[in-house]
């Protein structure tokens, strides 16, 4: 499928948003201008998950913004929600996109391999991720991508969207932009900031220019 991605994509963090203001806190990044939501939950609690993401993917498609799961296909489908991110660890994308059919976003982890990024697009995904850029709290230990690598990802994969991730910050997000990312993924610098509005505003800002 053919599926336009710009902009900030906000992935959400159950240790940074309080359970009580979850769906506040996500609709205030979106008014500050978050494009796309990716619901990320890695504890057990499956009856919480399936609760969230219900109500995120109202709220979402309320705004007309696409939701996406983190690693977990089930709960995709569950909810119906607009797509799946996965990881190398995660379902093959070869047996995702036969599963969900053609209209469900799925994303691909491709860390700082670009081989890894072509290969998914061949198999499918509707875009692909590298990261991470910066010292990331979320992710310490991730991989270093550059952005050389972003370059030739740009060169090599013209139709295909292509998200950055790890310790993107409205002061460094820029180059990332101008090295050919078309969407800027965050966690801690929207969801651990005071004002989510506002962060996420910084951000797409950076967007307008």
Excluded: W
Aim: hydrophobic share 40%; aromatic share 6%; proline share 4%.
């Amino acid at each position: 499928m053919h599926f336009t991605l710009h902009g900030l994509y906000a992935i959400t963090d159950s240790s940074l948003i309080p359970p009580e203001r979850f769906l506040e806190t996500i609709e205030q990044t979106i008014l500050g201008g978050a494009q796309v939501i990716q619901y990320r939950d890695k504890s057990d609690n499956h009856r919480l998950k399936v609760t969230q993401a219900k109500a995120l993917c109202e709220l979402c498609h309320h705004y007309q913004l696409p939701l996406i799961i983190n690693d977990d296909l089930a709960l995709m489908q569950q909810v119906s929600a607009d797509g799946v991110h996965l990881g190398k660890e995660d379902a093959n994308i070869a047996y995702a996109r036969s599963l969900l059919g053609d209209q469900v976003i799925i994303g691909i982890s491709c860390y700082n391999q670009l081989s890894l990024a072509i290969q998914a697009v061949e198999n499918g995904a509707s875009y692909v991720a590298f990261g991470r850029f910066f010292p990331s709290s979320t992710k310490p230990h991730a991989v270093h991508a550059s952005l050389d690598l972003l370059r030739q990802a740009r060169h090599s994969l013209p139709h295909c969207p292509i998200v950055v991730i790890g310790g993107i910050t409205p002061n460094n997000g820029g180059q990332l932009i101008a090295a050919g990312a078309d969407s800027l993924a965050v966690i801690h610098g929207i969801f651990g900031q005071s004002d989510v509005t506002q962060a996420a505003r910084q951000y797409a800002q950076l967007f307008e220019v």
